[in-house]
């Protein structure tokens, strides 16, 4: 079924991205019950194991049903293209309590006998409790599910919102907007999403935030309930190597033609990012990267594009062709 978002001229100067450590936490909390997801993360569900039993998520699954709404407050638009978990998680503390009830309320509704369980019950009887005991289990994940991994995590999203918004520089935002997903298409300013239902929604000038995700993959996932920013999500672009360590994502060809240090930075390219990102995810001091990086960008197989105050460092084609064995294996054999 279709879900039709209807852009008038003031939404198509509104539209932005947005990264947010509290929409992956949320999102990790509700893939650790999700099995349909645990085939894209195996490398994070056996390293969080241990640490996942330690949390009480039981209030936070309540309130993520099969199907339908989840607390908009939980998981607010973010407050900027690079929010901090803090200042997120600030926002989720300062929640109107009577607002909040009436989230929770519409959530526990999603799932038959919810509202009636014991602690259903006890959410909706003290909804200011409920904010603070909701925010330090979101808190408690986040510190024990994303935080190790942000860097990592952060890295990949940031390159997604770079190669999209150059190709939004490049096709307009009719041409991008179905780039970001196969069940996305536009026409004479619609948004169409394949969705299990029909709805229609009309922005009425307050735009759209885009936010790229990795634990919310393969799923296109949408909020636009007031007051919030109405906000689409969707999968990541580069997480088939996300969890891959560096040594199994390098072919030994290439490492017998470069070097294994510069083989290993060539090979982690397989999203755009920066020589912090990079260092911190091969486990390299940052001007050993740096110099790599130099090599590699000296023998045209790499390019490097300022954002912002980062530098972002990508594949060329024969740099795409050396790590996926297109080039490496004629000049060895």
Do not use: N
């Amino acid at each position: 079924m279709p879900f039709h978002i209807h852009f008038g001229q003031d939404d198509l100067l509104r539209c932005r991205f947005a990264v947010s450590p509290l929409w992956e936490t949320q999102e990790a909390v509700r893939t650790l019950k999700r099995r349909d997801r645990h085939g894209y993360h195996p490398h994070w569900l056996r390293r969080i194991r241990a640490a996942s039993r330690e949390l009480d998520l039981s209030g936070l699954w309540l309130l993520m049903p099969q199907r339908g709404h989840s607390p908009d407050f939980l998981g607010p638009p973010p407050i900027g293209p690079a929010a901090r978990f803090d200042e997120e998680i600030a926002g989720v503390r300062a929640s109107d309590p009577e607002a909040a009830r009436d989230d929770l309320a519409r959530a526990l509704a999603c799932t038959p006998g919810a509202a009636e369980s014991p602690k259903g019950r006890a959410l909706l009887a003290d909804p200011a409790g409920s904010v603070r005991e909701l925010a330090d289990a979101l808190e408690a994940a986040w510190h024990a599910l994303i935080e190790p991994d942000w860097p990592r995590l952060r890295a990949l999203l940031e390159a997604d919102v770079a190669f999209h918004s150059r190709r939004l520089a490049e096709v307009g935002l009719g041409g991008l907007l179905p780039e970001l997903d196969r069940r996305l298409s536009w026409d004479a300013g619609t948004l169409t999403v394949e969705w299990r239902e029909e709805h229609v929604r009309h922005l009425t000038g307050q735009g759209l935030i885009l936010i790229p995700s990795v634990f919310s993959w393969p799923d296109v996932i949408s909020g636009f309930d007031p007051p919030w920013q109405p906000t689409l999500a969707y999968p990541v672009r580069g997480i088939a190597g996300l969890w891959a360590e560096p040594s199994e994502r390098t072919p030994a060809a290439l490492v017998r033609l470069l070097g294994r240090g510069r083989a290993t930075v060539l090979a982690a390219l397989d999203a755009p990012a920066t020589t912090s990102d990079l260092a911190h995810r091969l486990g390299l001091a940052p001007s050993t990267v740096s110099a790599h990086l130099g090599a590699l960008r000296g023998a045209g197989l790499l390019v490097s594009r300022r954002y912002g105050h980062q530098v972002l460092y990508e594949c060329t084609p024969l740099g795409i062709a050396l790590v996926t064995g297109g080039g490496v294996a004629q000049g060895l054999d």
